[in-house]
């Protein structure tokens, strides 16, 4: 008796067909045909009552298949131990995030608790995290615009809104609040297009018939942040990520509220995965405490 005769089998079995048990196995119905028809000539045994509409067990094939039921599934449960142990051991999880800093108290838990894997987190805007989780060059995204569809897992991690920063020693440093017409008179700095910051700040503006022109385009967050604190104009973050810099300080934009979510994502046909599931299971519960 073959392995493969019986999983071709169990195959057949549970999906109704063979040619549904094909695709399922990523083999020609002429191999699974072939392999069912090994099994029952070699035991002299019909498995199947075959007809041209539809394939069901004999009473025989129905008792293999309450055996085989137990000894696939007794299979998986090893699969799922052995690489479970082994990719929290040493697997390599990889992360692509447009503000690490949201991440960094679940990552000082997850490293405590899985000492031996190896995390990568890498910048991006909102368009390199979406492409790098279609390419499978990343295995969680951290953004700040959920995206629609249902091809991500979302789990939010917070809310805030988007505020205007500058450094200590610009004039407006003393303002509390900045209407949009008073920023569009300002020299800003702006983050790279494909920013979801400086898209919801320019549909904003674009509301009240204000433009808002940086003078400066800087790629990357921590870019923005440098040139602001070096007093060449006022920058926009998101109040989450605004952090603590005795260079700058923040200014409420006197606007209607602009919030900022921000995310952790996951392709859903990988979120089974051993180390985005401990990630994604330690940010849920860390989230609720």
Do not use: W
Not at 224 to 236: D, K, M, P, W
């Amino acid at each position: 008796m073959r392995y493969v005769q019986l999983r071709a089998f169990h195959q057949v079995a549970i999906s109704g067909g063979f040619s549904r048990a094909a695709e399922a196995l990523f083999l020609t119905q002429p191999a699974i045909s072939d392999q069912v028809r090994k099994l029952e000539e070699e035991y002299d045994v019909l498995l199947f009552n075959r007809n041209k509409k539809q394939v069901t067990l004999t009473h025989s094939g129905q008792k293999l298949l309450e055996i085989t039921h137990r000894m696939f599934d007794t299979e998986q449960q090893a699969l799922e131990l052995l690489t479970e142990s082994r990719a929290l051991r040493s697997g390599t999880l990889r992360i692509v995030a447009d503000a690490a800093h949201h991440l960094l108290h679940i990552l000082g838990s997850f490293r405590a608790r899985y000492p031996g894997v190896q995390v990568s987190v890498r910048a991006g805007n909102t368009e390199t995290v979406i492409s790098s989780l279609y390419s499978y060059d990343a295995d969680i995204g951290v953004l700040g615009e959920v995206p629609a569809g249902r091809d991500f897992e979302v789990l939010k991690l917070n809310s805030t809104p988007i505020i205007a920063f500058t450094s200590i020693d610009h004039p407006l440093a003393g303002k509390k609040s900045l209407t949009l017409m008073q920023l569009a008179q300002e020299s800003l700095v702006m983050r790279e297009r494909g920013s979801k910051t400086r898209q919801k700040l320019e549909d904003l503006a674009a509301t009240s018939k204000v433009e808002l022109r940086p003078v400066i385009e800087a790629e990357g967050r921590e870019a923005v942040r440098e040139i602001v604190a070096s007093g060449a104009g006022i920058g926009f973050v998101s109040a989450a990520e605004f952090g603590q810099d005795s260079r700058l300080v923040p200014i409420t934009i006197d606007a209607p509220e602009t919030l900022m979510d921000e995310a952790l994502i996951c392709l859903r046909e990988r979120s089974g995965g051993k180390l985005v599931r401990a990630f994604l299971d330690m940010a849920r519960s860390m989230s609720a405490d």
